[in-house]
């Protein structure tokens, strides 16, 4: 029996001192500035020891990338990006050489901005990144070279969010919708990119503020549509997230506690950002179909794309985003069931073997995508050609009209 003890005792008194640290760790995320630093990991640069203004560190041209810095109405500075499509560059390299590299202070004297404004034909992706890091993190510099290889003429917009990198400010639910609308004004009123010829790219926590942004957008007077949306690994809203999440892939923020489904509506409860992406994409939607517009046929094209081995946002979360979207391009009383849907789905998917599946759901106001791929993790995915085709496909549909 005394041998006995002497295992059961440290390993006991382990599993209480790990329990006494994560209820000390959920204790602590009722605090507003703690939770903002687990939502928005905006302190974790994820490029220390790099210049952020000097893209070609990340394997860009000479002047691919113009870094510049915008101000919101509210007085924080972003640091944004201007990628240039390769072609577009190979046509003016010589020109885009000869200028000086590093922060632009005036966006309106670069050639490679002129190039965007003064290009009638010219396309656009609003890019929305992820949580933690800047604009030179992870996998985003490959993205933004996926994209801008694939099309001739689709130049990229990215900005770091207030609070994270060289921009200033604290992250919120508001500033980051905030900030999406002074790229989104940017964009169009500064660059003269009409909404017709922008989609939104979005990844992760972008993903909550694209829907945001279109959201918002849309239920102004006139409405601003753009030509479409591309969601890579959206969440449903920070309850379900909280329930399934897990920092890096390995930490578990409330997935323990789901199982105690009163406890865990009490933690939810403090939560300030709430980031409720399925109910306002479903709104859009739903607005979206009411809408007569003469110049435009299709009011949306939404993509949602979600990788099977996504150990950070599971692709479940894809699922209740895209039942929630269909349920919006039907009556009410004709609204489908989780179940249903699900039925409907075995029907009609499209599957692409190893490449996963995809379904297509169309409403009286444009389309509904949803795509899961077998492999692409969380991040790695946003570099694959299936988000280049989305965002093709997107420019695509409104070229048709």
């Not at 007077?221 to 479409?228: H, N």
């Not at 329930?243 to 930490?251: D, H, L, Q, S």
């Not at 046929?297 to 794309?305: G, P, R």
Request: aromatic share 10%; hydrophobic share 45%; charged share 20%.
């Amino acid at each position: 029996m005394p041998s006995v003890l002497v295992v059961l005792i440290p390993l006991f008194s382990t599993i209480a001192a790990g329990a006494a640290l994560y209820l000390a760790f959920l204790t602590l995320l009722t605090i507003p500035a703690l939770q903002d630093h687990v939502i928005y990991l905006h302190r974790a640069t994820l490029t220390w020891f790099q210049d952020v203004n000097v893209p070609e560190q990340w394997g860009f041209l000479r002047n691919q990338v113009t870094p510049f810095h915008m101000t919101t109405p509210d007085g924080e500075t972003l640091h944004a990006w201007h990628i240039l499509p390769l072609e577009i560059y190979r046509k003016n390299e010589r020109a885009l050489g000869s200028e000086p590299p590093g922060l632009c202070h005036d966006i309106n004297e670069r050639r490679g901005f002129r190039l965007l404004k003064d290009d009638p034909d010219a396309q656009l992706v609003i890019y929305l990144h992820g949580a933690a890091g800047t604009l030179g993190s992870g996998w985003r510099p490959q993205s933004y070279r996926a994209i801008s290889a694939a099309a001739s003429g689709v130049h990229i917009l990215a900005i770091d969010y207030r609070g994270f990198g060289t921009s200033t400010g604290w992250p919120s639910e508001a500033g980051l919708l905030t900030d999406a609308l002074t790229l989104a004004n940017f964009a169009m009123n500064t660059a003269g990119v009409p909404p017709e010829r922008i989609v939104i790219f979005a990844q992760s926590l972008g993903t909550a503020v694209g829907i945001s942004l279109a959201h918002h957008l849309a239920f102004q007077s006139p409405p601003t549509l753009f030509a479409g949306m591309v969601l890579t690994a959206p969440f449903a809203d920070v309850e379900l997230l909280t329930k399934t999440y897990r920092v890096a892939g390995t930490i578990p923020l409330l997935s323990p506690v789901a199982y105690f489904p009163k406890v865990l509506a009490f933690f939810n409860w403090f939560i300030v950002s709430k980031w409720p992406s399925k109910d306002k994409l479903a709104a859009l939607i739903r607005h979206c179909e009411h809408l007569k517009l003469a110049h435009r046929e299709s009011k949306y094209d939404i993509t949602l794309i979600h990788a099977e081995d996504d150990h950070d946002i599971p692709w479940t979360h894809s699922e209740v985003v895209f039942w929630h979207a269909v349920n919006a391009t039907r009556d009410p009383e004709a609204s489908l069931s989780f179940e249903e849907l699900g039925s409907e789905k075995e029907r009609r998917k499209c599957t692409l073997g190893a490449g996963g599946w995809e379904m297509q759901w169309r409403g009286r106001g444009g389309v509904v995508r949803e795509q899961i791929v077998k492999h692409g993790l969380h991040d790695r995915i946003m570099s694959y050609p299936i988000v280049s085709l989305a965002i093709a496909r997107a420019f695509h549909c409104v070229d048709r009209e």
